[in-house]
Every structure is written in C-alpha cells, then in structure tokens.
C-alpha cells in the first residue's frame, strides 16, 4: 500500500463501517439455520426477544429499542401477527398509539428458540 491509499477515506479498506457491516452479515448467516428451524427471520426473532422480555410494549418502543423505523417494523409485525405470535392494537385513550403484545403461541416459541440457542450459541450470561 502506497502513502496516498493510505489517506484515502474512499478505499473500501479504509473504511471503518465495512468490517462492521461484513461482520453483522456473518452473524445474522450464523443465525440463519436456527432460525429456520423456528420459522423466524432475523428481523422477526430480535422483535421476539423483546417481547418474551417485556410482554407488552408500544410499537414506538419497540422500534427505539430494535432502531427500526415504523416502515421496517410494521411488516414484520404484520406477519409475526399472522403467525399467531403477536397481537397489535390500538390504545383507547389515544389511537394514535399502537400497543403490541406478545400470544401464548409467541410464548411458547420462546422455549423452543431457547433449547436452539443452547445448543448453537455461545452467549453472554
């Protein structure tokens, strides 16, 4: 590598945010036999986990917390539905406000999603 590829912020390998995002690619294809066996995708289980955390959440939340905006999380949240995992509903003192909460059946994908994580992943305890 010459003196002037060095300095220059355009080279892909200069790039902080490249490593990054190959990194995150790595991971979610690390997931990605896992989560077939639990019929999830990435965007889907991240979404899970935090309701098999909180229970109940609004949708504005649980967009700060994932960083997704209302336009990525409202299909995801649509076909979690669908699943029979998710329920979505409207709050009655202000509508504007959309509530989701986690079924019985999205309850229950929790034990299943845990065994595979035990057997597939290291994790943070």
């Not at 690390?30 to 949708?59: D, N, R």
């Not at 409202?74 to 979505?88: D, F, H, I, Q």
């Not at 079924?103 to 845990?114: C, E, I, S, V, Y």
Request: with cysteine; charged share 25%; proline share 5%.
């Amino acid at each position: 590598m010459n003196e002037k590829d060095a300095c220059n912020p355009l080279l892909l390998k200069n790039q902080l945010c490249f490593p990054l995002y190959a990194s995150a690619r790595k991971i979610v294809a690390a997931y990605t036999p896992f989560l077939k066996e639990i019929g999830l995708t990435y965007a889907q289980y991240v979404t899970m986990m935090v309701l098999w955390e909180e229970k109940s959440t609004t949708m504005h939340d649980l967009g700060k917390r994932l960083y997704l905006d209302s336009g990525t999380l409202t299909p995801v949240l649509k076909k979690l539905e669908a699943m029979g995992y998710v329920k979505r509903s409207r709050k009655p003192e202000d509508e504007r406000i959309v509530m989701v909460e986690i079924t019985p059946d999205g309850l229950a994908l929790r034990d299943k999603a845990l065994k595979g994580i035990v057997k597939n992943f290291v994790f943070l305890v």
